[in-house]
Each structure stands twice: as C-alpha cells, then as structure tokens.
C-alpha cells in the first residue's frame, strides 16, 4: 500500500520549497513581444481583406500554421525538459519522481487548456 507522501500532491509549502511549478513559470504560451508581433499581424490581415480577400485568408492561414508551429515546438521543449529531470544520471528517488510526476500533471492540464 503506498503511503500519503509518496503520492504527488502540490501545496503551497512545496511549492516554495521545489521552486515554481512548470505551470507558473510558463503561464502564457508566448513572450509578450510574439503576442504583440501575431496581433499586429492579424489586425493587418483583417484591414488587407477589405481590397484583397483572398490574399488575407492565405495570409490568415499562414498565421494559423506559424502559430501551430511554435506551439508545438514550445511544447515539445517542455516535455523534452520534464523528461530530462527525471532520466539523467543516476537513479531518481521517489521523491524526484514525485516532483517529476506533479510537473507531468501540470504540462498535461495545459495541454489540454489549449
């Protein structure tokens, strides 16, 4: 039977003692200056459809496909991070896993945010 603490639980004590969690340092999925850039880019669309709908909608689209990259490059990042913490070197303890797992959780609610 496994006991409480062994079970991935996230309190506020831990998380002071273990740092931020993968959710709080990565609360939006992209760096202030990206999200003004994709606005910007966006607003240009919506004006330019007026004389070229068209061009907009392929322009659109072209948007949509960056976005999807870097989210799955960010994404990808992350968990290539996550699973760095608990495969290198020597044999993680339980507690290592715990953290390990506690992250998994948090990667995986974002996800599914998205």
């Known amino acids: 039977m496994a006991s409480e603490q ?3 639980t ?9 740092g931020p969690s993968e959710e709080q340092d990565d609360q939006s999925l992209f760096a202030e200056d990206q999200l003004a850039g994709f606005r910007s ?17 392929e322009q659109a689209d ?7 990259e870097q989210l799955t490059a960010g994404f990808a990042e992350a968990r290539s991070r996550l699973e760095n913490q608990w495969t290198e070197g020597e044999e993680p303890s339980t507690e290592d ?3 390990a797992l506690t992250r998994y959780r948090a990667f995986f609610k974002r996800l599914l945010a998205v």
């Not at 996230?10 to 273990?18: F, G």
């Not at 072209?62 to 999807?68: N, P, R």
């Open 6 to 8: 062994e079970q991935p």
């Open 10 to 18: 996230e309190t506020a004590e831990e998380e002071r003692a273990d």
């Open 41 to 57: 880019r966006w607003n240009e669309i919506q004006v330019g459809f007026v004389d070229e709908p068209r061009q907009a909608v």
């Open 62 to 68: 072209a948007l949509v496909s960056d976005l999807v």
């Open 97 to 99: 896993l715990r953290i």
